[in-house]
């Protein structure tokens, strides 16, 4: 295992990079940019960063920024349509795209040259992706179809020790905390594995037995998002209380701040 360890300034050059891009319209709380910014960073293992869903460019911003202090040359792979035809999708205020703001942002931001931008659906990219994967970062479509099949078409190509992150887990969008359940907590080829704010996320080994040392905590966390998905499971509106119960029970799952020190601490990297 090679050690990792945060960039000079990190604490520093993140909240920098967080009041940048707060103005960028998405749908990021500032803890939850804190933490991307902290998986751009910080590379677990080698091979692309795979963004699914960059809206108008928040996060694609946030991840270039951030992973370029670690490497000058790094390039994002954003892919997304660019346009709103999910249930759960940003709308675009009448617009047909949100290229034009997307475009705009990533220049103005000065991580142009560090992006590549795959316009157009994840399923399609997944049928022709080839390159390991060392994050992958999903927030397209939201509905349980859309997430199951964006961790699908490219879960063949992670890294030994390569994360997964899905954002809105906590929301009251089926997809991402059911995802995370099937696919992260009942797997047995993940190990470390959490939430911050509605960001849910676990890191992928080839080998079981390096993800063995985690399973009480995988079992716990699960405990908890257990009891919040029948209020979400079925992707239905929740009212009344229904809606209390949800909240309830979301709150009990530990969705705080990450201290980066604390999180390297459990992470491992493979040589």
Not at 40 to 68: C, H, Q
Not at 116 to 132: I, Y
Not at 137 to 142: M, N, R, S, T, V
Not at 189 to 212: K, R, Y
Request: glycine share 8%; proline share 5%; aromatic share 10%.
């Amino acid at each position: 295992m090679k050690e990792i360890k945060l960039p000079d300034n990190f604490a520093a050059s993140t909240e920098a990079l967080v009041e940048e891009t707060w103005p960028v319209e998405g749908y990021l709380s500032r803890q939850e940019m804190r933490f991307l910014a902290l998986l751009g960073a910080i590379p677990t293992a080698d091979g692309e960063v795979l963004e699914i869903g960059s809206f108008k460019g928040k996060s694609t911003i946030i991840l270039a920024k951030s992973a370029r202090s670690t490497r000058p040359d790094v390039v994002i792979n954003a892919v997304d349509p660019m346009t709103a035809p999910s249930e759960t999708d940003p709308k675009l205020g009448g617009l047909q795209s949100s290229f034009p703001d997307f475009d705009r942002n990533i220049r103005v931001h000065g991580v142009a040259a560090n992006v590549r931008l795959h316009q157009m659906f994840s399923r399609d990219l997944a049928e022709t992706w080839d390159k390991p994967i060392r994050l992958l970062w999903i927030d397209g479509d939201h509905t349980y179809a859309g997430t199951k099949a964006d961790f699908d078409g490219f879960a063949e190509h992670l890294s030994d020790g390569a994360i997964v992150a899905i954002h809105d887990a906590l929301h009251e969008f089926e997809g991402g905390a059911r995802v995370f359940a099937e696919s992260i907590l009942r797997s047995p080829n993940f190990g470390a594995c959490g939430f911050c704010g509605s960001i849910a996320w676990g890191q992928f080994h080839v080998d079981p037995a390096d993800s063995a040392k985690f399973g009480s905590r995988k079992r716990t966390l699960l405990k908890k998002v257990d009891r919040v998905l029948p209020y979400i499971a079925l992707g239905e509106s929740l009212r009344g209380w229904k809606r209390k119960r949800y909240r309830f029970y979301r709150l009990l799952v530990p969705h705080g701040a990450v201290d980066p020190a604390k999180w390297i601490a459990q992470i491992d990297t493979v040589d």
